[in-house]
């Protein structure tokens, strides 16, 4: 019987590269797969990993319909054993539900990958419907690590390298990288204590200067 998987983690955990390294190894297998995303960095219909790796992808925007597009492809003779869907936090609610009919009416595989909550802490609906639908739910063992080394939980926007906390909830932007510009929109991510204090390298390293200072609020 097919499965409803999902995988999630903060942003910089390999979540897209794992998302990469399943539908090769399924198509390895001799499997026939789609690959879906939804507003990756790397741009429209793009399945991308910070690493380099990127292949094509079907673009999910808020009309897409999974059902349907399923149905279409089976009824004109295609194959589907399994979907790898990324950035599936970006998905809607129905979206999910789709999917979660998918498995368990054509038996296909479905394996999500995303992150649990926004810049707020909050939770994604898509992932949140996820959670409370998915057969298995997978926490990615790639932790990624805050500025202070503890293990990052919280995912941090930055504008014009101040961290914020009110705004569109999805705006594309990537991790800042300490050996690259910083840029106009970015991500970092923290540990708890230093996302409420809203505690960026850049804060700190500016503290860190100001001995004087306590690094926070």
């Given at each position: 019987?097919?499965d ?14 794992l ?20 507003h ?18 079907v ?37 999910i ?17 995303g ?51 009110e ?6 932007g ?17 540990c ?21 200072v306590?690094?926070?609020?």
């Amino acid at each position: 019987m097919a499965d409803l998987n999902f995988y999630s983690g903060t942003m910089d955990c390999g979540k897209s590269t794992l998302a990469l390294q399943m539908d090769h190894n399924h198509r390895a297998r001799g499997r026939v797969g789609r690959v879906f995303t939804s507003h990756d960095r790397a741009g429209e219909a793009r399945l991308s990993s910070r690493l380099g790796l990127e292949v094509p992808a079907v673009e999910v925007d808020d009309t897409f319909h999974f059902w349907h597009y399923t149905v279409d492809e089976l009824t004109q003779g295609g194959r589907i054993d399994y979907f790898v869907c990324d950035e599936a936090q970006f998905y809607t609610t129905d979206q999910i539900e789709q999917l979660a009919k998918v498995v368990d009416e054509l038996d296909i595989d479905v394996f999500a990958f995303g992150i649990l909550t926004d810049f707020r802490t909050r939770l994604f609906p898509g992932s949140s419907r996820l959670t409370e639908l998915a057969d298995r739910v997978h926490t990615l063992q790639v932790e990624a690590l805050c500025w202070c080394g503890e293990r990052a939980t919280h995912n941090a926007r930055t504008e014009d390298g101040i961290m914020v906390t009110e705004g569109d909830v999805i705006v594309v932007g990537d991790v800042d990288r300490p050996d690259e510009p910083e840029p106009t929109v970015g991500y970092e991510v923290l540990c708890r204590r230093h996302h409420r204090r809203r505690m960026t390298v850049q804060r700190a390293r500016a503290a860190a200067m100001s001995p004087d200072v306590l690094p926070f609020d």
